[in-house]
């Protein structure tokens, strides 16, 4: 949506384990989401397929800043959302998706004590900056997907935690935002 592309999404249910089904594990041998089909290319794993688009379609808006430091940042908070901010994250949805009776309240505790410490560190990182590499990036775009789940599952950014909160209320003002959205 950001590069003016169009796509098609296809919504899999994780708790059924429909990505562990024969027809999506021939497309993701790992049977994780996501994947990219673009023109017959499958394209799997979150960071390969942005670079795999910024590569394609360079004409269209770059995502990836062009200065080799800016650049770096951008690809550092890519790796930041998926490697660090989602486990902690993982582990509150986790135990949502367990029935009440099952569920655990301390696993989600934990989750959200990491979180927020996650927080801290972004909401620094973002003191005098509109985004994590001073322009828009995938070092942004790669924290919508975790955040949003988060906040469809009841939790908040703490205000304490301004210039994080700012930035994201700035993310979900974008077109981007409501169109990546599922129905
Ligand atoms: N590094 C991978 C992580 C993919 C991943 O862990 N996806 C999760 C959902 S966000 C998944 O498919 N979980 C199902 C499972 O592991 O069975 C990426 O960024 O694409």
Redesign the pocket.
């Known amino acids: 949506m950001e590069k003016g592309l169009k796509w098609e999404t296809t919504w899999l249910d ?1 708790p059924s ?1 429909e ?2 089904r024969p027809e999506y594990l021939a497309i993701n041998p790992v ?4 994947a990219l089909i673009d023109d017959g290319v499958i394209v ?6 942005n670079e795999y688009l910024e590569d394609r379609f360079p004409a269209a808006k770059p995502l990836l800043p062009r200065d080799p430091v800016a650049r770096a940042t951008a690809r550092k908070f890519e790796d930041y959302a ?2 660090y901010l ?1 486990p902690s994250l ?1 582990k509150i949805f986790f135990e949502l998706r367990k029935s009440a009776s099952e569920r655990v309240q301390a696993r989600i505790d934990e989750g959200w004590n990491e979180a927020r410490q996650h927080f801290a560190y972004l909401d620094k990182e973002l003191a005098g900056r509109e985004y994590f590499a001073g322009e828009y990036s995938l070092g942004d775009i790669s924290f919508v ?2 955040l949003a ?1 988060l906040e469809r599952a009841g939790f908040t950014i703490p205000p304490e935690f301004a210039n994080l909160a700012a930035w994201w209320a700035r993310m979900k003002a974008r077109a981007s935002f409501a169109a990546s959205w599922p129905e």
């Not at 049977?31 to 996501?34: I, L, R």
């Not at 799997?44 to 397929?49: C, Q, R, V, Y």
Request: proline fraction near 14%; charged fraction near 20%; aromatic fraction near 4%.
């Open positions: 994780l384990g990505h562990k049977g994780k989401v996501p799997h794993d979150s960071t390969i397929i998926d490697a989602m993982f997907p975790p789940n």
